[in-house]
């Protein structure tokens, strides 16, 4: 499977999680291993936002998909 395909489905599968909490992320772009996201709703000014990004998302990412992906997010 190809690796932005497999990111994006890790995502999409992280999103529930952070809809259950009033946000949102969407992926706005994969550059080989890394991945651009915009926050939305209650992440989106959230003070945790960064600690949910490295700690969450990317270090799940880096677990299911390569462990050489990082997480930056774009406004």
Do not use: F, W, Y
Not at 16 to 39: C, F, N, P, S, W
């Amino acid at each position: 499977m190809e690796m932005e395909k497999q990111i994006r489905e890790v995502c999409d599968q992280l999103r529930a999680q952070l809809q259950a909490d009033g946000g949102d992320m969407e992926v706005i772009d994969v550059h080989g291993t890394k991945v651009l996201v915009r926050l939305h709703g209650a992440c989106s000014g959230c003070p945790h936002a960064a600690i949910t990004l490295k700690n969450g998302v990317e270090r799940i990412l880096q677990q299911k998909v390569s462990e050489d992906i990082t997480v930056e997010r774009v406004d």
